[in-house]
């Protein structure tokens, strides 16, 4: 089982790990894929590692080496494109030796629920097995696909992308890709549907749920999630995450913060707003709540920040 990110994103990688361990009872080994840590990282990766009697194996990636295939604006942060976005596709080349199959996960990935079937199921001589995307048709008629999928959970065999040498095809369409369309909003997951097409072998939802945080205005549609409750694997797709703290009283974030807090993580914090849009966002989840003297609150810090220059984006 496979999982990446930058060293700020260990901790939600490794509450995604709790989860799976605590809905699972097969024997695995994780495999994170990270830029760095430091000692309090590997401290913590020990304990988890003894708590559940898990092995871990950690992978620097060289990301002065793999920028050069992920120039787009969306992933250009204070002058340095990141290249996290990058390492996913170097998890067969690693793992040839070890496994016949990879599970790679999201570490904005929550699991409820048993995932050995998923991860032994028959391919039929596919590539990978994955879960549509949400708008999977729409995006599927934009990259000219028969169908698209979302790149949050894929389930890999492992000899078989190494012998359709898709991880070359990867880096040599996104270079392309980076060089004629930089503004591209999903370059990695729309490149991996196009090498993939014809390859994917399509599961429910159920390995791949995907729930969307976000709160609406009164003046828009109410967003209308599956039931996560019924799933193995949800996908906190958007830029909500689980780790905001408005957002706890949601059943499935619960079962998030449930495994963070039976982790040695259970200590970071979560993100307190500090946007425009959090503060929002906050606004909403306690409308939702019928919490309304918060609303209020949160309502008066949203309109003050519009004038005491307070950031507009993040949460």
């Known amino acids: 089982?496979?999982?990446?990110?930058?060293?700020?994103?260990?901790?939600?990688?490794?509450?995604?790990?709790?989860?799976?361990?605590?809905h699972n009872s097969s024997p695995f080994a994780?495999?994170?894929?990270?830029?760095?840590?430091?000692?309090?990282?590997?401290?913590?990766?020990?304990?988890?590692?003894?708590?559940?009697?898990?092995?871990?194996?950690?992978?620097?990636?060289?990301?002065?080496n793999l920028s050069q295939?992920?120039?787009?604006?969306?992933?250009?942060?204070?002058g340095k494109y990141v290249a996290a976005l990058m390492y996913r596709f170097f998890i067969p080349?690693?793992?040839?030796?070890?496994?016949?199959?990879?599970?790679?996960?999201d570490?904005?990935?929550?699991?409820?629920?048993?995932?050995?079937?998923?991860?032994?199921?028959?391919l039929q001589q596919n590539i990978v097995a994955v879960s549509?995307?949400?708008?999977g048709q729409e995006y599927a008629a934009r990259m000219n696909v028969e169908r698209y999928f979302n790149s949050g959970v894929i389930l890999v065999d492992i000899q078989q992308w190494l012998s359709n040498h898709i991880s070359k095809r990867i880096l040599d369409d996104l270079r392309i890709a980076a060089q004629k369309h930089p503004e591209m909003s999903c370059p990695d997951q729309d490149i991996l549907n196009v090498c993939l097409d014809g390859k994917d072998f399509f599961v429910p939802h159920t390995y791949n749920l995907p729930y969307r945080l976000v709160q609406p205005s009164v003046f828009k549609p109410k967003i209308v999630n599956e039931d996560a409750m019924q799933a193995s694997l949800i996908h906190f797709i958007g830029a909500i995450k689980p780790w905001t703290?408005?957002?706890?009283?949601?059943?499935?974030?619960k079962v998030?913060?449930?495994?963070?807090?039976?982790s040695p993580w259970r200590d970071v914090p979560i993100h307190e707003p500090g946007s425009q849009k959090a503060f929002h966002q906050a606004a909403r989840d306690a409308r939702r709540r019928h919490a309304y003297k918060e609303m209020v609150l949160w309502y008066f810090r949203f309109i003050k920040s519009k004038f005491d220059g307070t950031r507009k984006v993040g949460y």
Not at 93 to 105: G, T, V
Not at 132 to 135: A, G, I, T
């Open 93 to 105: 080349e690693l793992l040839k030796d070890k496994a016949e199959r990879a599970l790679y996960l």
């Open 107 to 122: 570490g904005d990935v929550v699991c409820n629920g048993d995932i050995t079937s998923f991860m032994d199921i028959d």
């Open 69 to 78: 295939y992920c120039r787009f604006e969306r992933y250009r942060i204070n």
């Open 132 to 135: 549509e995307d949400l708008k």
């Open 30 to 64: 994780f495999h994170i894929l990270v830029d760095k840590t430091d000692e309090a990282d590997i401290e913590k990766l020990q304990k988890f590692s003894i708590q559940w009697n898990v092995p871990i194996t950690l992978y620097y990636m060289n990301d002065a």
């Open 256 to 262: 998030w913060a449930h495994a963070k807090e039976n």
């Open 1 to 22: 089982m496979a999982l990446t990110g930058t060293q700020n994103y260990i901790p939600w990688i490794s509450v995604t790990m709790a989860s799976i361990m605590e």
């Open 245 to 253: 703290t408005y957002n706890q009283s949601v059943p499935i974030v």
